[in-house]
C-alpha cells in the first residue's frame, strides 16, 4: 500500500514534468512567473484578501487569477524588450 502511493506520486510528477518541461525547452515558459507569483501572493495578502475571504470564496472570486492577470503586463513587457533585443544581438 506504502509503494502504491509512492509510485503514484512519482508518475504524477513525471506527467507534469512532461507536460511542462523546463524553460529551454518550453518556448511558452516565462522567466519572472516565479517572482510574479510571489507578487500576486503579496499584493493579496496587503490587500487583507488572506484574513476576510475563506480559500472557498477566493476560489469563487477568482481574486488571485485576476490579480496575477492585473500585475502580468509590466513583466511582460520587460519580457517582450529583452526577447526583441536577443533577436536584434542574434541577428547582427
Same mark, same amino acid.
Given at each position: 500500500m506504502?509503494g502504491?502511493?509512492?509510485?503514484?506520486?512519482?508518475?504524477?510528477?513525471?506527467t507534469?514534468?512532461w507536460?511542462?518541461?523546463?524553460?529551454?525547452?518550453?518556448?511558452?515558459?516565462r /522567466?519572472y512567473?516565479? +517572482?510574479?507569483?510571489s507578487? =500576486?501572493?503579496a %499584493?493579496?495578502e496587503?490587500?487583507g484578501?488572506?484574513?476576510?475571504?475563506?480559500?472557498?470564496e477566493?476560489?469563487?472570486?477568482?481574486?488571485?487569477?485576476d490579480?496575477?492577470?492585473?500585475?502580468?503586463? /509590466?513583466?511582460?513587457? +520587460?519580457?517582450?524588450?529583452? =526577447?526583441?533585443? %536577443?533577436?536584434i544581438?542574434?541577428y547582427?
Amino acid at each position: 500500500m506504502f509503494g502504491e502511493k509512492e509510485e503514484y506520486a512519482y508518475c504524477g510528477m513525471f506527467t507534469n514534468e512532461w507536460r511542462n518541461p523546463p524553460a529551454p525547452f518550453n518556448p511558452d515558459a516565462r /522567466p519572472y512567473a516565479d +517572482q510574479l507569483r510571489s507578487d =500576486t501572493t503579496a %499584493a493579496l495578502e496587503a490587500e487583507g484578501a488572506y484574513k476576510h475571504f475563506t480559500l472557498k470564496e477566493r476560489q469563487d472570486l477568482n481574486l488571485w487569477r485576476d490579480m496575477y492577470e492585473l500585475l502580468r503586463p /509590466p513583466y511582460e513587457k +520587460q519580457f517582450q524588450n529583452m =526577447t526583441a533585443n %536577443a533577436a536584434i544581438i542574434a541577428y547582427t
